[in-house]
Structure formats: structure tokens, C-alpha cells
């Protein structure tokens, strides 16, 4: 028996269902590979808070406009190893940027900047994918 099936079935009833749900969502849910997709939020941030997206910088608005690329693309469903490529990054760096994302949206008062700068990217999108239709 290997170590990944002892912890699984370690787990209580309900960790055992979220554990199912979690992997079949991801076996339903094929992975989009449109590298389109990706320059269309790159450019959004890009025209937001500048160039550096892809380089080493720690820069906060930097930082924070790789976290909206990657909890975007992760909710359309591309996968944490896809975007680190994207985003020169390990697939590890694309899970805390995303995790991040969540812990933003669930303190709304503290990180009262950041939604606002969400909202703002998320309207840019908006725009642009309505001219594209």
C-alpha cells in the first residue's frame, strides 16, 4: 500500500468526499491550453500596473498582477503546472499566488486596494472579451 493511499484513507467520511469531488471535477474539467488567453490577462495587467510581470521582481503591484493572472486563468480552468509556464514560475509559486487571491477576497475590509484593483481588472476583461465578439 503506498503512502498516498494510507493517508486517503486516513481521512473521515467527509475529507473522503471532498478528496472524491475534487478528483473528479478535475477529471471532467478538460484543461484549456490557449496561450491566447493568457496574453489577453497579461496585457490587462500589464496596462495596470506595468512591465516586470514576468521577471524576478517582488515589486507588490508586480506581485499582485501575477496573482490576478493566476487566479483567473486557474478558475477557467488551466492547471497550476500551465501557468507557472505562463508566468516563468514553479506550478507551487501559481498555488500560493492563488491561495493568496482567496485570503484577499476573504478579509475584504484589510485588503480594501487590492479588490478594488480586482474589480478594475476584471471590468477590463469584460471589455476586452466583448470586443472580440
Not at 34 to 57: H, P, Q, V, W
Request: charge should be positive; charged fraction near 30%.
Amino acid at each position: 500500500m503506498t503512502e498516498l493511499t494510507r493517508h486517503c484513507l486516513s481521512l473521515d467520511r467527509g475529507g473522503r468526499k471532498r478528496l472524491l469531488k475534487l478528483i473528479q471535477e478535475s477529471l471532467d474539467r478538460p484543461e484549456p491550453t490557449d496561450e491566447s488567453r493568457f496574453k489577453t490577462l497579461y496585457e490587462i495587467a500589464t496596462g495596470m500596473f506595468g512591465n516586470g510581470i514576468l521577471t524576478g521582481s517582488r515589486n507588490y503591484n508586480l506581485v499582485l498582477a501575477r496573482s490576478f493572472i493566476v487566479y483567473q486563468m486557474h478558475n477557467e480552468g488551466y492547471s497550476y503546472p500551465l501557468i507557472g509556464r505562463y508566468l516563468v514560475r514553479h506550478h507551487s509559486a501559481a498555488i500560493h499566488m492563488y491561495k493568496r487571491m482567496e485570503n484577499i477576497f476573504d478579509y475584504p475590509d484589510y485588503y480594501a486596494l487590492e479588490i478594488s484593483y480586482w474589480k478594475e481588472f476584471q471590468k477590463r476583461l469584460k471589455e476586452k472579451d466583448n470586443e472580440r465578439i
